[in-house]
């Protein structure tokens, strides 16, 4: 599968459902045996970290490393295990390896990023501060519900209408974060 935030396809949202945890459970003792020690930490993140949030059924982790690379043994042990592969893909200097159903639907998203990153800050953020303020998480969560029936059809366009609430609850989750580390 070509990875492309472009195209337009169906997506679909579903009611938070508490199996999401453990299926990171499985996955993060996966990449733990595929990356041991060069994962210096692997995160739950995305709408399924978060409890009562809406989200499209794909589990998002976070893989911390310290040097980007090009991970050639640890590729192949996830191209044997069905994960596809990409780069660059949610920012520069990151990895991305994506599992997919038989319907054809992600289910999984593997994020690659070196410590320190503002990409890696960027998921611990907004995961804590929507697990902080549930009433935050709810409100984005009806959004994303609200602009889903506008574009069921249109995954990009749904990525756009919701982008300047996600803009400020970033600035807002940023604000958060500095105030915890005074």
């Not at 733990?32 to 589990?59: D, Q, Y």
Request: hydrophobic letters at 35%; aromatic letters at 12%.
């Amino acid at each position: 599968m070509t990875l492309d935030k472009t195209i337009k396809r169906k997506y679909f949202l579903q009611n938070y459902d508490p199996n999401w945890g453990k299926k990171f459970d499985e996955i993060k003792l996966l990449l733990e045996s595929i990356f041991g020690s060069k994962a210096l930490k692997i995160e739950h993140v995305g709408s399924t970290s978060i409890t009562g949030m809406k989200a499209k059924p794909i589990i998002d982790v976070l893989v911390v490393v310290e040097k980007m690379e090009e991970f050639l043994e640890q590729r192949q042990k996830m191209f044997s295990l069905g994960y596809e592969w990409g780069e660059n893909y949610i920012a520069p200097n990151t990895q991305l390896f994506f599992k997919m159903a038989d319907d054809g639907s992600k289910t999984e998203n593997i994020h690659i990023c070196e410590s320190g990153e503002p990409k890696e800050k960027q998921f611990l953020v907004m995961r804590d501060f929507f697990r902080t303020f549930p009433e935050k998480a709810n409100e984005y969560s009806d959004l994303k519900e609200k602009n889903q029936a506008l574009h069921p059809d249109d995954y990009p366009a749904y990525r756009e209408a919701k982008a300047p609430f996600l803009q400020k609850m970033e600035q807002e989750a940023y604000e958060w974060n500095d105030t915890l580390n005074k």
